[in-house]
């Protein structure tokens, strides 16, 4: 029997440690984003649709440096055809090694706002921009000079402002046309949700695990106190009837009455809420990370038919079409419930992950995956009608 | 259920929750439950680790006997193996008994580092993803998402004070650990050894969040404690006296026994030749003299009888 006798040599354990601080550097970028990815689902106007594509993965095995640059990309919305596309440029590069990223992406996570002739985006860079929806040419940008904490949640165009929260805890309200600051509203924790705005009112809820009511003209708070919860907020609120229906991460569905803020009724699931919930027919849907969509009446919380287990977390917003909800999976699947009955088809089967809002415009489904592809469906068939590469 | 998932039951998911708990009870402070986590994780592991560190101090013991029996045979590479291995098992020393230690601890060290990662929840894919990994219990998801902040620190980013104590508290663990080498190839190798890890770790420690980078230095001041305890300064003082435990003089003393033994262990070289080993040697000798570990008892037994027979001995000569 041969034995190697310099198994044992200090070169050996050299070798050893160097493979171990491999290993530990590999093993913690499997499967372990490290650097925004973002990609927004589309927001359509005048036959056009806008988004914000997903940055390339920085991690995994070969901890690949990450894009950085993001975009705002116009297509046709009929055919797919693209009609502009602007890059928005990163910040400054603070250095790194390994898996981290060089610059702040600009991953645009929340859906673009389409007002009047500009589209507006928040950026995790914490930058807003204003761009010209004809040409694709930048109009403004806020701050000035500098960025905030990075907006994870989507930006909303509204009484000639743009309202969206930012990770620094704030709410900012700017003026649509020019990007001045109107106001600023202080919550105790991060905010990664999109507000909804309703009337003169902006509803929107914190990492701090309280929700609150905001003039959106002056600022000021509406409620005598923001709801409290155990948990922290990152769905997106539905107003409807003058009740506001919004989940929470300590897996309970809240309704408040939309003037005091009071709670009506509230319902436990068995994960977190993230997405926000549609409305029809005084009927609640709210899906969940759970895989399960809540069936709710929306007056007594009570569910109305036994949770539509879906078999995969649910983040993306669902969208009503023709008494049907729409919703996507993680695992990339697209169901149709018929509100009439309330029992759920399948209209297509993607097999990309979906993390992105869907929507539709005059019978089509667009849907956006983790894979940069665009597809558009048909709403009532489920039938693929176009798809494209959108990076 | 596939490989992933047995991973994430067994290992990630009570990793994960254990963080986020202690977080609640550890006032709110992410900080002080890594700290905590690794504190607990250390303390779980340490009968491996001190197994680790006296099988490594007793190869380390051994390797002026090495470097005489390579001088010995130089070009007859079995021999020399087998001599080797003669010596080992003389010594109670097994190659393996570092080694394995390590293998075994290697797959709680990624369960860790990737479960503080996937706890920092950095970008909103992390905590999306962190849902699927936790228990049902209220604690837990009311606690969530964990603050970033602790002391000066964001705990998502890197942060270059701790990334400089990370590589620092390498360098003085790596220090203690290293014993004067007489071969200047194993000199090299462990002034690179000193070097490269805390260098890379540093860097990496900019690079990574800094939640990471506390988990790193307390592991290393966790190591440290545990190399005092078991051998004294070691390489970073070297005119301190050692601190021993009587695991240590057994294994010091079962290898001068094997050493001076007359008839027994492996083929030993003629004091003439102990001298061209220079200085490392003979401060390892005087090292022997105070310090050992400890052996199987089975071992213990076999030292005292003489070898039957002796033909594998001295065949070369």
């Not at chain 1, 297509?348 to 956006?368: K, M, N, R």
């Amino acid at each position: 029997m041969v034995i190697r006798s310099k198994a044992v040599s200090r070169g050996k354990i050299f070798l050893l440690a160097i493979l171990l601080v491999v290993v530990l550097t590999v093993s913690g970028c499997i499967g372990i984003r490290t650097s925004p990815g973002g990609g927004s689902g589309g927001t359509i106007a005048d036959g056009t649709l806008f988004l914000s594509p997903v940055l390339e993965q920085a991690g995994g095995f070969t901890c690949a440096a990450p894009s950085t640059e993001g975009k705002v990309v116009a297509v046709n919305a009929s055919d797919g055809n693209r009609r502009w596309e602007v890059t928005l440029e990163a910040s400054a590069p603070t250095g790194g090694f390994g898996c981290a990223t060089a610059a702040t992406p600009v991953a645009v996570y929340g859906n673009p706002a389409v007002a009047g002739e500009l589209v507006y985006v928040g950026g995790y860079n914490g930058k807003v921009y204003a761009i010209n929806s004809d040409s694709g040419a930048l109009r403004w940008v806020f701050p000035r000079e500098g960025a905030l904490q990075p907006i994870v949640g989507g930006v909303v165009a509204a009484l000639d402002r743009l309202y969206f929260g930012c990770s620094d805890g704030k709410v900012y309200a700017l003026d649509a046309e020019t990007g001045d600051k109107q106001w600023e509203f202080a919550t105790e924790d991060k905010i990664w949700a999109t507000p909804a705005i309703d009337g003169e009112t902006l509803y929107i809820g914190s990492f701090d695990k309280k929700f609150y009511a905001i003039d959106a003209i002056t600022g000021q708070q509406k409620w005598e106190k923001p709801f409290e919860t155990d948990g922290a907020f990152a769905s997106t609120p539905l107003v409807y009837n003058n009740t506001v229906y919004i989940g929470s991460f300590d897996r309970y569905f809240y309704a408040l009455d939309a003037a005091t803020g009071s709670k009506q009724w509230e319902f436990e699931a068995e994960k977190w809420f993230w997405t926000r919930a549609v409305a029809f027919n005084n009927t609640i849907y709210a899906g969940c990370f759970d895989g399960k969509v809540y069936v709710l009446n929306a007056e007594t919380g009570d569910e109305v038919v036994d949770a539509i287990d879906l078999g995969s977390a649910i983040y993306s917003w669902p969208v009503l079409v023709d008494g049907k909800v729409i919703i996507a999976t993680e695992e990339g699947k697209v169901y149709a419930i018929d509100t009439e009955n309330n029992r759920e088809t399948l209209l297509e089967d993607i097999g990309e992950a979906i993390y992105t809002p869907l929507c539709v415009s005059e019978g089509i489904l667009y849907v956006y995956t983790q894979l940069q592809n665009l597809y558009a469906l048909n709403a009532d068939s489920g039938a693929r009608l176009w798809n494209l590469t959108i990076e | 259920m596939d490989i992933g998932a047995i991973w994430d039951l067994i290992a990630m998911q009570p990793m994960i929750n254990t963080l986020i708990v202690l977080n609640h009870y550890l006032f709110n402070s992410f900080g002080l439950a890594i700290i905590a986590v690794t504190i607990i994780v250390n303390a779980a592991m340490l009968p491996l680790t001190l197994k680790q560190i006296r099988a490594s101090k007793a190869m380390q013991d051994l390797q002026p006997k090495i470097a005489e029996l390579q001088k010995k045979y130089p070009k007859d590479k079995q021999k020399l193996a087998q001599e080797q291995m003669k010596l080992f098992k003389e010594s109670g020393v097994s190659p393996a008994g570092c080694l394995l230690p390590l293998l075994i601890q290697m797959p709680i060290w990624i369960a860790l580092f990737q479960s503080i990662m996937r706890v920092l929840a950095v970008i909103p894919e992390n905590l999306a993803g962190l849902s699927q990994y936790l228990y049902s219990w209220p604690v837990v998801y009311s606690t969530l998402p964990l603050p970033n902040n602790f002391l000066w620190l964001n705990l998502a980013v890197g942060d270059l004070f701790l990334a400089i104590l990370v590589g620092g508290t390498m360098w003085v663990q790596q220090k203690m650990v290293m014993t004067p080498a007489a071969d200047p190839r194993q000199r090299t190798q462990s002034t690179l050894m000193l070097w490269m890890m805390p260098i890379m770790f540093t860097f990496l420690s900019l690079s990574f969040p800094s939640g990471l980078a506390l988990f790193w230095v307390t592991s290393s001041v966790i190591r440290i404690g545990i190399q005092y305890f078991v051998g004294g300064w070691g390489g970073l003082v070297k005119t301190a006296p050692k601190k021993q435990t009587g695991r240590d003089t057994k294994y010091k003393r079962r290898i001068a026994d094997v050493e001076e033994a007359p008839a027994g262990g492996a083929d030993i070289v003629a004091p003439s030749s102990t001298e061209e080993e220079g200085s490392g040697y003979e401060e390892s000798r005087g090292e022997r003299q105070d310090s050992g570990g400890g052996y199987p008892k089975s071992l213990r037994a076999t030292r005292r009888q003489p070898r039957k027979g002796g033909s594998h001995r001295r065949k070369g000569r």
